[in-house]
């Protein structure tokens, strides 16, 4: 007897009032790599919150409570999971903004999901059934990172193990895949390919899409001036949305700085960005 088939995805993921489709509006994911103060988090958050209220682009704020894969065990991690989840919860309820946080080991999905509202699972641990399948039956959103190391249309079996956990609304986000030493390259023609196959919503990262994994020495280093080139490139070709880490001083930032976007720079690239998606999408 042939095996039942894992039921599909969601082609449109609601994430509170933001609305991911591949035919849709573009929609954001944004916010600095790693979570550094409830003050910092709540400015960053209500910042954003008033960009995307004035171009009228859904907003979903991100930041990461442990940045699990430095690249040298000095760097820092990050305030925790103890002290994020209540500044996750404040920032869901003081401004209404949902939030996304990634997800490192399968104990820490159900504590995550009462706090905040997509579950992500980051691109080294895309294949880590177990994980996936815990993030999965919180119920959350799952927006899960394509690794470096796999071709698009391989994640059409990580998506399967998501939706054979019983959790339809997932996300599937592109950030470059491994060319050579300390390199990413985006092939464009991948997005299509992971809308074809997973039949998720595709979320294309141009901020990790321009790293230097490792690029110095015992940290990563990036090329931020090429952001807006993918980004223009992804959303000209057709996605759900984009997924860019911002921060008021990159250069001081604890980690991925130079791979972010100055909060100073955002709107004018999203304005651009929504100008690429209408035509896209006529």
């Excluded at 100055?262 to 304005?271: A, V």
């Amino acid at each position: 007897m042939n095996k039942a088939a894992d039921p599909v995805a969601n082609p449109t993921v609601a994430v509170g009032t933001v609305r991911f489709g591949n035919a849709l509006p573009l929609a954001l994911i944004a916010g600095p790599c790693a979570l550094e103060s409830r003050a910092h988090a709540l400015e960053m958050a209500s910042a954003l919150k008033q960009i995307a209220a004035r171009l009228g682009v859904g907003l979903v704020y991100k930041t990461s409570f442990d940045k699990a894969n430095r690249t040298s065990a000095r760097s820092a991690r990050g305030i925790g999971l103890d002290a994020a989840l209540p500044i996750f919860a404040d920032i869901r309820e003081s401004l209404g903004v949902p939030v996304l946080t990634d997800v490192h080991d399968v104990a820490q999905c159900a504590a995550v999901a009462q706090a905040v509202d997509v579950l992500q699972i980051p691109a080294f641990l895309c294949r880590q059934t177990d994980l996936l399948a815990a993030a999965a039956k919180t119920g959350r959103v799952v927006n899960v990172k394509k690794g470096q190391f796999l071709a698009p249309w391989d994640m059409a079996n990580v998506v399967a193990k998501i939706t054979g956990a019983g959790n339809r609304n997932v996300l599937v986000t592109e950030r470059g895949a491994s060319f050579g030493y300390n390199t990413l390259v985006s092939d464009m023609r991948a997005l299509p390919i992971l809308a074809r196959t997973t039949g998720a919503p595709v979320i294309f990262d141009a901020t990790h899409s321009v790293q230097q994994p490792g690029g110095q020495g015992t940290s990563s280093g990036g090329e931020r001036e090429f952001v807006p080139v993918l980004a223009r490139a992804a959303v000209a070709v057709g996605v759900a949305g984009v997924f860019i880490e911002t921060h008021q001083d990159p250069d001081k930032a604890p980690s991925d700085g130079p791979n972010m976007v100055p909060l100073k720079d955002m709107e004018g690239l999203l304005r651009r960005l929504m100008e690429f998606d209408r035509l896209a999408k006529q």
